[in-house]
């Protein structure tokens, strides 16, 4: 018993050491392989310390290491980097739903007979294990084009959830004081309902923060679980993970200026509120040939990657571009907003997987001083992130958060396929702006051509 | 409250300042394998499958267990393989 703890406390170092080192481009991948080796510790351990007990169960742990495995190595050998957001929802499902399950085993063998402090830990790991699966995989199809990415107004809104919280709560109540195990089925189907429809009432813009905060749950999910069967390598593994998606889960909001119950409440998009009128004011459409002209003749030229990127698979025709630029004696760099895409860092890992030197990708704080002395700005599948009005105009929805000030640019050509506005229904002023420069394309073919034009100059 | 409960809030709670101090200065570029990362190690929960597996008593535990382990095992082999392949990717300038 002593060693056993012993043991877990290791894993729980590797994990911290792989956590830190995850932290650095440097030492992340190291980071990634000590954390594994410390999950692989731990699970030795435990197996370890099964093969003397009698009558284990032994062809459950087998079966279910095997089939698990196998489908965790074909998801993640398979997944294309574009689909990366909906796979980490997925696996942040699985994992919350294993630790209610665990929890579920637990009522079953004793009959929902615990001691008060351990019947609380046994509602919570029910709860939100059930919400971070049922929720991870209403995530898992918005972002796969499965559901619509809008949000999906309830009956009542936002106190449609609120009364399915309040109800979760009641039954988590009855079930610690009662020991009752219909309570805890009945907390089970409450929290599915409530992690289905609070996920279907928030857009696909904001799922960077709602990755980030199952992420958190599916921690806290873990830790809980450890509570139940009294086991410290969950506690210290869980905690460790529901700390490090809470702060990412904070830094998105922060991202958008928002606070994470408007996020989760607010149902944003599903009110038309665009104060911006864009009237009469004609766009500056312009060619390819256009284009490749304003880039040739630039010193700096910086790209803003936005979702529309992502949709396109456009992450080697941009490289393919900076590549040409760069050949001509052109700086290019990337300016990347913290929520562009669908999760935090999306951009980054699709630019990388294009052979785009981590260097060159700047974040907020960086790429905004540089862009009024970028010649050419080329936004490519971004809108809301971009968007003066966040800046200029009180009445905007998004008012107040933080953009990449492109408009500062002595030119900004900004790749889309039509006019249509960002998730939000928000028109952008900047399309109509003087030195903005519409080309309307798919991101992909938009860019080839831009390549093209630029090789016959 | 028994002694273990206790020990057990210990640790969580200074588990997850550890966690919030080694977080917080992650590069933005590095979000999405820290996130997949993490993720993987919430599959410890592994473990806890595997200790629930070990004692099942009657159809319906047999069918949570199997589940919880596949699950779990799904969480760890995969979070842990598709950040590996993320961070092969990040590649630092070549010298020229």
């Keep these: 018993m002593t060693w056993t703890t012993l043991l877990y406390l290791l894993a729980g170092v590797l994990f911290i050491l792989g956590l ?8 992340a991948r190291r980071g990634n392989l000590t954390a594994a080796i410390g999950m692989l510790v731990a699970v030795l351990v435990t197996v ?11 062809w459950i742990i087998v079966v ?3 089939i698990g495995g196998a489908i965790g190595a074909a998801l993640a050998l398979r997944v294309q ?3 990366m957001p909906q796979l980490v929802a997925a696996f942040n499902g699985f994992g919350g739903g294993a630790s209610a399950l665990i929890a579920a085993t637990e009522i079953l063998a004793t009959d929902g007979a615990f001691a008060t402090e351990t019947a609380v830990t046994v509602a919570l790991s029910i709860a939100i294990g059930v919400v971070t699966f049922s929720g991870s995989f209403v995530a898992y199809g918005k972002l796969q084009g499965l559901i619509t990415g809008r949000p999906v107004a309830l009956p009542g809104g936002p106190w449609f959830n609120a009364v399915l919280a309040v109800i979760a709560v009641g039954l988590g109540i009855w079930a610690v004081a009662a020991g009752e195990p219909l309570a805890y089925w009945l907390l089970a189907g409450v929290t599915f309902i409530l992690g289905i429809t609070a996920v279907m009432a928030i857009g696909g813009a904001d799922m960077p923060v709602v990755i980030s905060l199952l992420n958190s749950f599916s921690g806290v999910a873990a830790a809980m679980a450890g509570f139940v069967i009294g086991n410290q390598a969950l506690i210290i593994g869980g905690a460790l993970v529901g700390a490090a998606g809470l702060i990412l889960t904070v830094q998105m909001s922060e991202a958008m200026n928002r606070s994470l119950a408007n996020v989760l409440f607010a149902g944003f998009g599903t009110e038309g509120g665009a104060a911006f009128e864009a009237g009469d004011r004609s766009v500056n459409s312009a060619s390819p040939d256009d284009v490749a002209i304003s880039l040739a003749y630039a010193e700096n030229v910086m790209v803003v990657p936005g979702y529309g990127l992502a949709v396109a698979q456009a992450q080697h025709a941009v490289r393919d571009l900076a590549t040409a630029l760069e050949q001509r004696g052109i700086n290019v760099e990337y300016a990347i907003h913290p929520v562009a895409g669908r999760m935090p860092g999306h951009m ?7 052979d785009v030197p981590y260097e060159q990708l700047l974040d907020l704080d960086h790429s905004n001083p540089k862009l009024p002395n970028t010649d050419v700005v080329l936004v490519v599948g971004a809108n ?3 968007n003066p009005s966040a800046r200029d105009d009180s009445g905007s929805p998004i008012y107040g958060m933080p ?3 492109v408009d500062k640019a002595r030119t900004a050509v900004v790749l889309k396929r039509s006019l249509s506005p960002g998730f939000a229904g928000i028109d952008n002023p900047l399309f109509y702006e003087d030195g903005t420069m519409m080309l309307f394309a798919d991101a992909k073919s938009g860019l080839e051509d831009v390549i093209a034009a630029l090789g016959q100059l | 409250m028994s002694e273990m409960f206790v020990q057990g809030i210990v640790v969580f709670v200074l588990a997850a300042f550890v966690g919030f101090e080694v977080i917080s200065k992650v590069p933005q570029t590095l979000h999405t394998p820290l996130m997949s990362g993490a993720n993987a190690i919430s599959g410890i929960t592994i473990v806890g499958a595997i200790i629930a597996a070990a004692s099942t008593d009657g159809t319906a535990s047999v069918i949570l267990a199997l589940l919880a382990v596949i699950f779990a095992t799904i969480n760890v082999i995969g979070g842990f393989l598709v950040t590996d392949r993320m961070l092969e990717m990040f590649k630092p300038k070549k010298k020229q």
């Design chain 1, 81 to 83: 980097m574009t689909a």
């Design chain 1, 48 to 58: 370890f310390n099964l093969i003397d007990e009698p009558g284990v169960a032994w």
């Design chain 1, 403 to 405: 953009i990449l000030e």
């Design chain 1, 384 to 386: 809301d992130v971009v």
């Design chain 1, 348 to 354: 980054n890992v699709l630019l990388a997987e294009a």
């Design chain 1, 20 to 27: 830190r080192g995850l932290g650095g481009p440097r030492t």
């Design chain 1, 64 to 66: 279910g290491l095997i």
